[in-house]
């Protein structure tokens, strides 16, 4: 039930992973109130509530999950359409990319976690995401919202783009390097990702099955966080992304080359600034691991550098801060509240 000092929510893609961690959330979060989940009207799922799927979530979040019809949808926006309300898009990039301009209004803001908007460039989509984008003329004024990196306000805007879990992770550890100019300008930035199988979404399939995964790169120069990544950091990259048969969590290492005389002190110097007034990025003085972040908002940093040589480790959980709790970071800033409201202690417990 929604209070007066509650913003009532709907998440889409509310079965799968990102979607359920969003339910969880939003349940427990001070501020917001979770109203209505929705299904794909062809999924199997429609017509269950969430805790059928989840057990552990019987007699906490025993909404249905509504099948995504245009009547079941509508019903929902009227009845809320007097409030300012949050939709969560937890879709696959398609179907958030044709949905999300319609439900975007005066009173609805969207923050989508799908790739529909994250490139500003239109030609990349064929090629990446496999479609034609119909809203080309909108890219450039869709924040692309990363949180820690997000200048100007978002309580303005109705349509608002998450980053992807790769992205996250590698943005966090290169951003700041190069906006303080001590990459070399040869360094073409070189990020080995590591990633829990639930990266690949919950639909079953064989690729991805415990028992026939190991460790494995797959999509080599092809992948679609590749662009999105060069688009964040400014320059050229090479990444190389592999699965996992772990749940979750990402570890990214990064090599860069640094200019000459870059001391230690001097990126100490780089990374602290930016973040010490980050709640949910930690500067670590120990190579990260996947278990100090599966479960948890937060991004982990560490370095180390020989001579020109620098390794950046990023760790992250890519269902949390790769997603889920990415996305009520930026719901916050949506409405004024600081980041980590509804994360630290709280939100994001195994």
Known sequence: MTTNNQTPCVIFGAS???????????????????????VSSASADAGKSLSALYPQLANLIDLE????????????????SEQQSLVFLATPHEFSHDIAPSLANENTTVLDLS??????????????????????????????????????????????????????????AIKPLVDAELLTEECVPVINAVSGVSGAGRKASLA???????????????HRHRPEIEQGVGRKVIFSPHVAAFERGIVATITLQVKTGTTEADIAEVFNRKYQTQPLVRIKSAIPEIKDVAYTPFCDIYWQLDGQDLIVVSAIDNV???????????????LGLPQETGLVFTGASQ
């Open 16 to 38: 799968g992973y990102a979607g359920v961690e969003l339910a969880k959330l939003v349940q427990t979060h001070p501020a917001l109130s979770l109203q209505a989940l929705f």
């Open 65 to 80: 999950l509504q099948a995504g019809t245009q009547q079941n949808i509508a019903d929902v926006f009227d009845a809320l």
């Open 115 to 172: 790739g529909g908007f994250r490139l500003q460039q239109p030609s990349l989509y064929p090629k990446h995401y496999g479609f034609e984008h119909k809203y080309s003329e909108l890219l450039n004024s869709i924040p692309y919202a990363l949180p820690e990196y997000q200048s100007q306000s978002l309580q303005q805007h109705k349509l608002i783009s998450l980053p992807g879990c790769y992205p996250t992770a590698s943005q966090l």
């Open 208 to 222: 991805t099955s415990f028992c026939e995964l190991s460790l494995k790169p797959y999509n080599l120069f092809t």
């Open 320 to 334: 949390l801060k790769g997603a889920s709790s990415q996305a009520i970071q930026c719901a916050n800033m949506v």
